[in-house]
């Protein structure tokens, strides 16, 4: 630090500067003081540092919102998925999508989803100040929950009111110090797609469709797996996603909260470390009972 409080540069001693010349270990421990640094910034002071596929209270607010859809809108929402898995035990069930032909193998595969909160304004405790708001712009808050609408549907400028509209309940919810998170609620997914490695080792992700033009609030990321009834799968979602909540916490260098440390798979890259790095209990073992002491 400077005398005018400004970082001109910083170094740490026990670590060199360039991530290629750490080990995996101390690499791990950079991004764990990155993510927590983040972290802690949006505690004390609220603002947006986290990015929401690392974000434990968005990813269960996800989990929330998936847990509380009805059979038949999670069916909706994630049947392609299940059905691309099931394909792989089932021969009578059809794929949603091919395995690209340069893919190395066709279990070599992650499938994908994109997941959207959306926002129900009558749900929160500002419900009559959102209908009034809504009424000011021509909206009406009981036919189109804001957010749950695909970009294909409404005009630009429709989409342009929805959004002067939530942005001036977002600052009515700040000023009056009001959570709108009980009016969170699954507002859309994106088509199930895939990341696959080729013969050479590289990377390739397949296109999908979006229902929003913003960054989703998380991925699902699913290896080829035996998930045998729907039922199943719903159930096993709810755990990944659990699991991913855990991921984080722990790639902060924190302890997860007691009804996350739990065992099993959630995020992939957080799997490939507990794999890799001896630092990590192996997390996804649900045989390994040492993992919360």
Same mark, same amino acid.
């Given at each position: &630090?400077?005398?005018?409080?400004q970082i001109k540069f910083h170094q740490c /001693? ?15 421990? /950079? ?14 002071r609220g603002y947006d540092t986290v990015p ?29 998925l299940y059905q691309q898995l099931r394909s ?12 690209? =032909? ?5 279990? =070599? ?22 209908? /009034? ?43 009056? /110090?009001? =959570? ?13 797609? &895939? ?29 080829? &797996? ?52 001896? &630092? ?14």
């Amino acid at each position: &630090m400077e005398f005018d409080g400004q970082i001109k540069f910083h170094q740490c /001693n026990e670590y060199d500067d360039k991530a290629i010349s750490r080990t995996p270990k101390e690499n791990e421990f /950079n991004e764990q003081a990155r993510r927590f640094a983040q972290y802690y910034v949006y505690l004390e002071r609220g603002y947006d540092t986290v990015p929401p596929r690392i974000h434990p209270e968005r990813l269960n607010a996800v989990r929330i919102a998936i847990a509380g859809l009805s059979e038949s809108a999670f069916e909706q929402y994630f049947g392609d998925l299940y059905q691309q898995l099931r394909s792989y035990e089932d021969a009578t069930v059809d794929r949603v999508i091919d395995v690209p =032909s340069a893919a190395s193998s066709s279990e =070599s595969v992650l499938y994908r989803k994109h997941v959207y909160l959306g926002l129900d304004p009558l749900e929160t405790a500002l419900h009559e100040e959102a209908e /009034n708001l809504a009424g000011r712009y021509g909206l009406d808050l009981t036919e189109t929950p804001i957010e749950t609408r695909s970009l294909e549907e409404p005009t630009t400028t429709d989409l342009e009111t929805w959004e002067r509209f939530s942005q001036e309940l977002m600052e009515l919810a700040a000023d009056e /110090n009001v =959570s709108l998170s009980d009016g969170l609620q699954l507002g859309g997914v994106s088509s199930v797609h &895939m990341a696959y490695i080729d013969d050479a080792g590289e990377e390739h992700v397949t296109e999908s469709v979006e229902p929003f033009d913003r960054e989703p609030d998380t991925r699902i990321e699913l290896p080829v &797996m035996d998930i045998a009834t729907f039922d199943e799968f719903r159930d096993y979602l709810n755990h990944n996603l659990a699991c991913q909540v855990r991921d984080c916490f722990i790639r902060m260098g924190l302890e997860p909260p007691e009804p996350f440390q739990i065992l099993g798979y959630g995020d992939f890259e957080a799997a490939e470390q507990y794999n890799r790095l001896e &630092m990590y209990p192996n997390y996804i073992d649900p045989t390994e009972k040492t993992a919360f002491i």
